[in-house]
T-cell receptor, first 113, second 112 residues
Framework: EAQVTQNPRYLITVTGKKLTVTCSQN?????MSWYRQDPGLGLRQIYY???????DKGDVPEGYKVSRKEKRNFPLILESPSPNQTSLYFC????????????FGPGTRLLVL | KNQVEQSPQSLIILEGKNCTLQ??????????LRWYKQDTGRGPVSLTI?????NTKSNGRYTATLDADTKQSSLHITASQLSDSASYIC???????????FGTGTQLKVEL
């Protein structure tokens, strides 16, 4: 089944403790992206990647890192999480090209205490 | 700054009725406009994608329109069903299409 998976789905952590949220897709998509969703603000793009070893900042990249060493994986790294990074995070992937449909993962709900 | 505004914020309709959701954007340079449906607790699912030259796109009971001159789009839902209850999000991409700006969504509830 074609899908985007994220792990973990739920995470509670403390300020400053490094964490990684994994994202994997099995559709051989070139494009992958991370978003956060907050009440009243909608989805905001954090980082995106056009292909292996090619990443770029979205609208809210501060406090986040990403890497794209393999085509299928696009982990989101929070080196020193803070409470304002408490949010619902979505990973998405698509074929390259501006008209391609993005497929979203199920989301990761993060609480930083 | 690129912005996407949606209205209404929320809407309640009776099953079987039609409804129209609005999206206004100030995104430049415009690449394409998408409508997504997001069920509570799940990731968004794509409904339609339209480029500058397209002014109507349908997907079953969903019909999206685009007026690139006035920078407005609408999503019309025909013969609503209970399963249409969800948040509907308008998304506009700029430049090469890789950077997306999302609206805050319209929360639709369909009741018996």
């Amino acid at each position: 089944e074609a899908q985007v998976t994220q792990n973990p789905r739920y995470l509670i952590t403390v300020t400053g403790k490094k964490l990684t949220v994994t994202c994997s897709q099995n559709m051989n998509h070139e494009y992958m992206s991370w978003y956060r969703q907050d009440p009243g603000l909608g989805l905001r793009q954090i980082y995106y990647s056009m292909n292996v070893e090619v990443t770029d900042k979205g609208d809210v990249p501060e406090g986040y890192k990403v890497s794209r060493k393999e085509k299928r994986n696009f982990p989101l790294i929070l080196e020193s999480p803070s409470p304002n990074q408490t949010s619902l995070y979505f990973c998405a992937s698509s074929w390259a090209g501006s008209r391609e449909t993005q497929y979203f993962g199920p989301g990761t709900r993060l609480l930083v205490l | 700054k690129n912005q996407v505004e949606q209205s209404p914020q929320s809407l309640i309709i009776l099953e079987g009725k039609n409804c129209t959701l609005q999206c206004n954007y100030t995104v430049s340079p415009f690449s394409n406009l998408r409508w997504y449906k997001q069920d509570t607790g799940r990731g968004p699912v794509s409904l339609t994608i339209m480029t500058f030259s397209e002014n109507t796109k349908s997907n079953g009971r969903y019909t999206a329109t685009l007026d690139a001159d006035t920078k407005q789009s609408s999503l019309h839902i025909t013969a609503s069903q209970l399963s249409d209850s969800a948040s509907y999000i308008c998304v506009v991409s700029a430049g090469g299409g890789n950077k997306l700006t999302f609206g805050t969504g319209t929360q639709l509830k369909v009741e018996l």
